[in-house]
């Protein structure tokens, strides 16, 4: 299914601004839904991929879990209404007053990335008198050949426990009477397109899994975390990323101890292609040996390209004139607020309505005020 675009009712309205096209969004939670309950795994929203309120709702509805990375995700999805049975925390630099969150709500697992912070859970859980459910995030030293700045599970990340402190943190365990290791935690990096990146995480989680039965232990939960990618290139012909082959990878190559559940935590593979930027020239410019379409929104709403030299589908809705180069750029005083260099765009002119795809994940939610601009509205095809 495509996304749509109802342009007359688009162009009555104030850009730039986040457009959601809702049947999309719901095909897509219907197929991973459909995908992942094949194999009997279950799967957790990334909350930080996008946490407007109609989307969380639309996920909670569909019973995902959800994976928060701040005690404001946990907050919002807590108030959204998902269960806390259903919430889990990760994060290399949980403060206080977010484990007590965390503790106080009862929520499924604190995904857990360093000895101090596993002591400090305990402590605090001790003094509430509680057992706080953990899991070990372990960096399994696999390249997921994506962006450095989303390539998450190397050693030389700042995430997860590395393996040679493995056998540190279980001494450490032992000794700790308010936290209780539910499960092990993996991910790898995010954008990944490359489905045997996957494949390698597998055949690591399998070695690792080993070694923790090798010390008495088996772990409830496998998490691994989430990164499919999606095609920002022709997000038309692939709206729904593969999610079959995606859990048939796992399903293949991760081998499931008698009673163990696999977890899933994807953000950007189930909100990203239901969003799009949408956007209005407000003038044609003459470069040295290019045009400039100069649009209304900016590297505030949309910071993926200007962060990660990311690609985005740019699309000209209002014409269908002969094709011609734009750098579409936005009004912001940097030279990276650019969404686009030499894009092919039908005879561009002010006041065309502009839409730049793929944008359902963080692009709201990575919005700022920079320049003092306002943050982008949302609007969704069900209420427009
Ligand atoms: N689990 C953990 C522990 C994560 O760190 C992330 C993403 C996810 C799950 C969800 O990954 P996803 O399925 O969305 O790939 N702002 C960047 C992406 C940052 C991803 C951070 N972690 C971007 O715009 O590309």
Redesign the pocket.
């Given at each position: 299914m495509n996304f749509n675009f109802p342009v007359d009712a688009l162009n009555q309205l104030q850009t730039p601004f986040y457009f959601y096209d809702i049947d999309l969004l719901h095909a897509t939670l219907d197929a991973v839904k459909k995908e992942a309950g094949e194999y009997g795994f279950k799967v957790h929203y990334?909350v930080?991929?996008n946490a407007n309120d109609r989307i969380l709702n639309s996920i909670k509805e569909a019973g995902f879990g959800a994976?928060c990375v701040s005690g404001y995700e946990v907050q919002k999805a807590l108030e959204v209404g998902f269960n806390a049975e259903g919430v889990v925390f990760?994060g290399v630099g949980k403060a206080d007053w977010e484990i007590n969150l965390g503790l106080d709500n009862d929520i499924a697992c604190f995904n857990v990335e360093s000895i101090p912070e596993l002591e400090i859970i305990n402590e605090l859980a001790e003094k509430k008198r509680k057992v706080a459910k953990v899991a070990l995030r372990i960096n399994p030293n696999v390249n997921a050949n994506t962006h450095h700045y989303?390539t998450?599970g190397l050693e030389e990340n700042k995430f997860g426990i590395n393996q040679w402190d493995l056998e540190n943190v279980i001494e450490v365990l032992k000794n700790l009477n308010h936290v209780e290791l539910e499960g092990i935690h993996f991910?790898i990096g995010?954008?990944i397109t490359d489905l045997m990146s996957f494949k390698d995480l597998c055949i690591r989680v399998n070695e690792l899994q080993e070694w923790f039965i090798s010390h008495q232990i088996l772990p409830k939960v496998v998490n691994v975390?989430?990164?499919?990618g999606i095609n920002y290139e022709q997000p038309d012909t692939e709206s729904i990323p593969d999610f079959k082959s995606f859990f048939k990878i796992f399903d293949e190559f991760l081998e499931l101890k008698p009673g163990q559940e696999l977890h899933f935590?994807?953000?950007?593979?189930i909100v990203a292609q239901c969003g799009a930027l949408l956007t209005k020239v407000l003038y044609v410019k003459n470069g040295v040996n290019t045009k400039f379409a100069i649009v209304d929104a900016g590297m505030s709403d949309l910071i993926?390209p200007a962060l990660?030299q990311?690609y985005h589908k740019i699309e000209n809705l209002s014409s269908d004139k002969a094709i011609e180069k734009y750098d579409v750029v936005g009004p912001i005083c940097e030279s990276s607020d650019c969404f686009g260099k030499a894009v092919d765009l039908p005879e561009t002119n002010r006041g065309d309505l502009i839409t730049i795809r793929s944008a359902g994940?963080?692009g709201e939610i990575?919005a700022n005020r920079y320049n003092l601009r306002a943050l982008p509205s949302a609007y969704y095809s069900d209420e427009i």
């Open positions: 990334a930080k991929a994976d990760a989303i998450t991910h995010s954008q975390g989430g990164g499919l935590e994807l953000g950007r593979s993926r990660y990311a994940a963080y990575m």
